[in-house]
């Protein structure tokens, strides 16, 4: 494999990555971890085969890795630290919220809601990606949305910002 076919597949692992950590210098270096790890292992990789769910196989491996490794770590409520913080403007409110939400999702059904809607991977992509069945697939993200939906529902609403209203 030429190293250089994996730079077209760059900016979905950083989205990916920044959107399962939540945070953009944790996602620069699991995207960093990521790209060693399919440079070193390339012979695993299939000639043939989706390069692009190989790479993505490859980070959620190293995400969980990562997870398991790591010390617990001390969360801040955002919604009991809200006083502290300064409101942003408009459309910004809501991708905050869609963040926060996001991240308050159990792991296994946040990943699978960013491969289907985020990275526009098909269910069986995202069951291989996984290393799960096609079903399960389905339910956790059926699980997440609906959760996602509930969450975002109960935000708290920022100031200056109007509720939203589901129209159909």
């Not at 490794?69 to 801040?76: K, L």
Request: glycine share 4%.
């Amino acid at each position: 494999m030429d190293p250089r076919a994996l730079v077209p597949h760059i900016p979905s692992l950083r989205r990916y990555a920044r959107a399962l950590t939540g945070d953009a210098w944790a996602a620069d270096d699991l995207v960093q971890d990521t790209l060693e790890r399919a440079c070193s292992k390339w012979r695993l990789w299939s000639l043939g085969t989706d390069l692009r769910a190989w790479l993505f196989t490859v980070m959620h491996n190293q995400f969980a890795s990562q997870m398991r490794r790591a010390p617990p770590r001390a969360m801040v409520d955002i919604d009991e630290a809200a006083h502290e913080l300064r409101a942003a403007d408009g459309q910004r409110d809501q991708a905050i919220d869609l963040q926060r939400c996001l991240l308050l999702l159990p792991e296994d059904q946040r990943a699978v809601l960013l491969l289907v809607a985020l990275e526009d991977l098909s269910y069986a992509q995202v069951a291989k990606v996984l290393g799960i069945p096609a079903g399960t697939v389905m339910s956790r993200l059926s699980r997440a949305r609906t959760r996602l939906q509930a969450l975002m529902d109960e935000a708290p609403p920022v100031a200056g910002r109007t509720a939203l209203r589901r129209l159909k």
